[in-house]
């Protein structure tokens, strides 16, 4: 077989704009240095072609055809036509430009150094060309000396021209500052690696396309200085999602998978219909569920997201097809703040009350009598034993996951939740133990019981939606039973008018009276059952009534819009901030007296190092996202900022490399646009996002290049719009995938380039600011979770709803927590407050943010005692935004009167 290199000497210029592209390409590529790529070693012989180039006449020639001759011998190159009797022929045939041979490898770059040679290709010793249709990895090596922008248009250019010869590039390999290329050719190609590109692939006369019309940089020149053939490596198998009909679009990717699953098809479900505007009309969507689909229910209502439970899946495509619906999904679970620590140090409540101040207002009096203070939990499991020990005698305990159900029943514990609520009380109380508690459990896949909670507390509501629905049932099931019970006593009547012996009247008899007393049993049931509706009533209408304080340690990190744009945000800051009425009529109008303001106490997000989040990049302009600025410094081992590579980050803080088999992730990102003015109700965004994971084939570098990847997942289908006003549109995207074996693996973003619009007048510049985070499903909060290894952001937002300026969000001290409210509210102080995070609550060492807003409620119990007043009531105590919680010594030091002057 043949090979060959091109080296030509690029034209001279000192233009100002080719220093400038220099400069800036020396930025773009600036971290490059740190990549660490491991390649197997080199045969220790290659056999390698060369193409020279020498354009002179006769004595010229042959003075030149010698000295890259001695070049060679130099290098060790050993000729394979040495003993032909025509070789010396060519040093004077002018059309001979090749040679061919083996090479030391070490000394394969050097032969390169000559200035007649124009290319080089080369294999390991006794290469054997395979099949023509098979394909073989290539390593091809450019020319260089351009500006970083125009290096990286000739990198982009050759690709796409060598897929005219079938050319197949390889994934995620370093470009080593766009001068290589990897990937796999056809054998029956390879040959033609030695040509001059520009002329490739070409007929019998003349290339396919003329040289003239190339783009530049490369119509300049040969393109390709080496080639390297690397044998025995297989082309990764590219990942093919599986095909969807159009229904499948509206579904998030859980909620396609369950549609799928044959198991799942008559089991009942709740699930979240997304809306193109806020439901407004709550009394018509519950009739058309009622009237359209038979046995389903409206559990809640929150901005545009409706909360519905249907009997079977059958009823959620025809939801799809309802109007104005934009997807369905299943609903987003809350993440837990609070963590366990088995083998874990932390303070003493003691310690905890003496460095935060907390424990002088205790020797003052103030210990949180009179203020009723609302936890929000997903269980509180052994909570009730607590009550009048280490709980306040007065509290009392609420399951708002009991009308959920039709048999107004509680949902059954989680057992991977078991508990956080309950060591949130406990610390609470710690800090206030004579306030009048309320524990409320939620469910965490139901973040409209949130808006909820603070709507019974503030008297807006006395029945929620999901027990409105309720009532409606029981009053059916009522009016049914009246209506069978008045037949059943005709029909028992009328079989004991017959009073004879025969068998058919005696079994008449028997037969009625049963079905009297089935249905008489059924009216004991529901009767039982509307007892405890109007006993579940009176209690979330009475044991809430008056609250002062909320305090939450749940946090949603998507499927709602972020940057404080979601409809629990508005309530809170409604609440927070209220208005004062402009006109009060006389003195005894309750408009005189207002509510005070809401103190909403919020954990933030213990994401930490499993989120990302700024603006979208693609400074190559190849369709992929960087997830670092130019210039910015790289991770160790990090030859690309395109991709994340994920790691697991242990119960000891240690990060692991390795993902593990059958681990569950789910990946979701959410980002705003601009709505087009040109197409306002159009629905397709700018950047398409797609998220995909890539699999590194042989990090050590022992087969192959480590820096040679291969994609195992990707993101199906476009993405969904979340939330939608007339000036912008949320959209999210989302891929769940199970790692298929153990390994590393890295997450991309990609979204394709924009096309140019036909008018100029269409062209549109946006700049977006992706939020991107991993959860991995199925695990308790103390287990072993996947995090973003190379890239992360500590200003991506404290999650929702903290990122609402009505709540007091409380973080904890730690460089790695989240702040800002936000991809788009960076600026946003957040959290707060930062409390103590670590602490002994009853036989466990607990940690997290959870923790720490669980004390911060407890204080701020005392300060509402106190007569603070406004929805942070820190702040009005003199501790400022985002300090610690330490109460001011000037609220419990007796101040000394100034010593009198001596006459």
Known sequence: MRFHACVEDSPMTTSITRLALAVLGGLLAGASALAQVK??????????????????????????????????????????????????????????????????????????????????????????????????AVKLGLRTGLPALYQQQLHRQVVHHLQMLDFHEALGYDTQQHTLIRGYLPAQYLERLLNDLRYEPSGWFLPAIPVEKLPA?????????????????????????????????????????MMLDPNSQNRPLRVEVVWDENITDREALRGVVLGQYAGASLDGVIGNVASIRVPRLAFVERLAQEPRVLHVRLPRQ???????????????????????????????GYKGAGVKVVVLGSDFTG????????????????????????????APADPLRLGQGTVAARALAALAPECELVLVRIDPGSFFLLQTVVRLARGEMTYTDALQLRLAELTLQAETLERDKTEAILAYRAALADISDTQPAIEQRKKTRAALEAILKKEEEVAALIRRFNAYQREIATALAGAQVFVNTLVWESGYPLDALHDMANTLDRLAFPQQPRIVKRAGDPAAFPPPPLVWIQAASPAADRVWGGPFRDVNQDGLMEFAPPGAQWPEGQWSPQMNFLGVRTPTGQVQT?????????????????????????????????????????????????????????SVGSPNIVYRTARYLVFEQMLEWTVPADG??????????????????????????????????????????????????????????GDALGATTVGIRDQNALTGGGPGLTLRVKPDILA???????????HGPGVATAFAGGTAALLVQARFRGPNVFKSAGIGEGQALVIPERWYRPVTPPPQRQP
């Not at 797609?690 to 040679?708: F, H, N």
């Open 39 to 136: 390649e197997p070693p080199r045969a220790e012989k290659l056999d390698i072609q060369i193409r020279f180039r020498i354009r002179a006449d006769r004595d010229e020639r042959i003075r030149q055809y010698r000295a890259l001759e001695q070049h060679l011998q130099s290098l060790g190159f050993d000729d394979a036509r040495k003993n032909d009797p025509d070789r010396d022929l060519d040093i004077l045939d002018p059309t001979a430009e090749r040679h061919i041979g083996t090479i030391p490898s070490d000394k394969v770059m050097d032969v390169l150094k000559d200035v007649r040679v124009q290319n080089i290709l080369f294999a390991p010793a006794g290469f054997t060309t395979p099949e023509p249709d098979q394909l073989v």
């Open 217 to 257: 940089p490369l119509r300049d020149r040969n393109p390709i200085q080496w080639a390297e053939i690397v044998p025995n490596l297989q082309r990764p198998e590219r990942y093919n999602p599986p095909p969807l009909v159009p229904i499948q679009l509206k579904y998030s990717p859980d909620l396609r998978a």
């Open 334 to 364: 809350a993440a837990e703040t609070i963590h366990i620590e088995p083998d874990g140090h932390g303070a003493s409540v003691a310690e905890i009350l003496k460095s935060t101040g907390v424990g002088e207002l205790h020797k003052l």
């Open 383 to 410: 909570a009730e034993k607590l009550i009048g020990q280490e709980l306040p005698a007065r509290t009392k305990m609420i399951d708002l996951t009991f009308d959920l159900t039709p048999e107004l029943t509680p």
């Open 658 to 714: 390795e993902l593990r088999k059958d681990t569950k992730l789910r990946f979701i990102v959410q980002w705003r646009e601009a709505a087009n003015p040109n197409f306002p109700e159009s629905d397709i965004p700018y950047y398409p996002l797609q998220l995909a994971v890539w699999r590194q084939i042989d990090p050590r570098g022992e087969t192959r290049s480590s820096d040679e990847m291969a994609e195992v997942a990707r």
């Open 744 to 801: 590393r693996y890295a997450l991309v973003v990609a979204s394709p380039i924009p096309a140019e619009p036909p008018l100029p007048a269409l062209r549109r510049d946006l700049e977006i600011h992706p939020r991107i985070v991993v959860e991995t499903l199925n695990t308790k909060p103390q287990e072993p979770r996947v995090v973003f290894r190379s890239f992360t952001t500590p200003a991506a937002g404290v999650g929702l709803p």
């Open 836 to 846: 103590p995070a670590r602490a002994v609550i009853g036989p466990d060492v607990v």
